[in-house]
C-alpha cells in the first residue's frame, strides 16, 4: 500500500484539513502547528493551493478557504439536487428585489452561505458559497458596513434565506414580504429532506 502514496499530495490533503475549524482564517503559524509542517514547506503548499483557488491568501496573511472546495462540493449529488430545487427560488427572489440573495445554513454555532444569486449591479453585496460567519441565536444576519442583511427561517428546516445589500435600496418590510413567500415556496418544495 505504500507505493500507492504520493507524499506530496498528502501534505496538501493535511493543509485542507487544517481548515476544518471555527476560525475563519488561520495564519501560517497556526497551519504549522495543526499541520506538523515545516513553515518553508507549508508556504510551497499553500503557492500551489493558492493558485487554483483552494486557499486564499488575505491583506494581513492569514490563510482561509477559497472558492474551489465549495465549487466541487456542489458537484456531489445532494448538492446539485438541492440547488436544482432553491436556485430557481433565489433567481426570481433577486430579480424581484434587486438584491443578492441566498440559502443558508447553520453548523456548530456557523453560519454559512450554501448558494447565492447576485445581482446585475455594480452597488451590491457579493456573497459567495462557502463564506461562513459566526451565528449564536435570534438573528443570523450578517454585519455589513454600509450595507444590511434579512434572514428568514425556512419552516421545518434547518435552512435560512437572506437578502443581501446596501442600506436604505430595499425597505425591510418589502425585503422580509419576499423572503416569508420565497421560504413558504421552499418549504413546499420537500427541502426538510436535504442536511444542513
Not at 462540493?73 to 432553491?86: F, G, I, N
Not at 425585503?175 to 444542513?196: G, H, I, K, M, V
Amino acid at each position: 500500500m505504500a507505493q500507492d502514496r504520493v507524499e506530496a499530495v498528502e501534505r496538501a490533503l493535511s493543509v485542507m484539513e487544517a481548515f476544518d475549524t471555527q476560525h475563519e482564517s488561520l495564519s501560517l503559524a497556526e497551519l504549522a502547528e495543526a499541520t506538523t509542517l515545516y513553515k518553508s514547506t507549508l508556504l510551497r503548499l499553500l503557492g500551489s493551493l493558492e493558485r487554483y483557488d483552494y486557499v486564499q491568501r488575505d491583506g494581513r496573511g492569514r490563510y482561509r478557504l477559497g472558492a474551489t472546495p465549495a465549487r466541487l462540493a456542489r458537484r456531489h449529488v445532494p448538492s446539485r439536487q438541492l440547488a436544482s430545487l432553491v436556485m430557481p427560488v433565489l433567481e426570481r427572489l433577486c430579480h424581484d428585489t434587486g438584491e443578492t440573495a441566498a440559502l443558508l445554513s447553520c453548523e456548530e454555532g456557523q453560519m454559512e452561505c450554501r448558494l447565492s444569486t447576485l445581482p446585475d449591479t455594480d452597488l451590491r453585496h457579493t456573497l459567495r458559497p462557502g463564506y461562513r460567519w459566526q451565528w449564536r441565536d435570534g438573528d443570523p444576519s450578517l454585519a455589513l458596513p454600509g450595507g444590511t442583511m434579512t434572514c428568514q427561517a425556512v419552516p421545518d428546516t434547518a435552512f435560512w434565506l437572506s437578502l443581501s445589500g446596501p442600506k436604505g435600496r430595499l425597505p425591510a418590510r418589502e425585503a422580509r414580504r419576499a423572503l416569508q413567500e420565497a421560504a413558504t415556496r421552499l418549504s413546499q418544495r420537500a427541502l426538510q429532506d436535504y442536511p444542513s
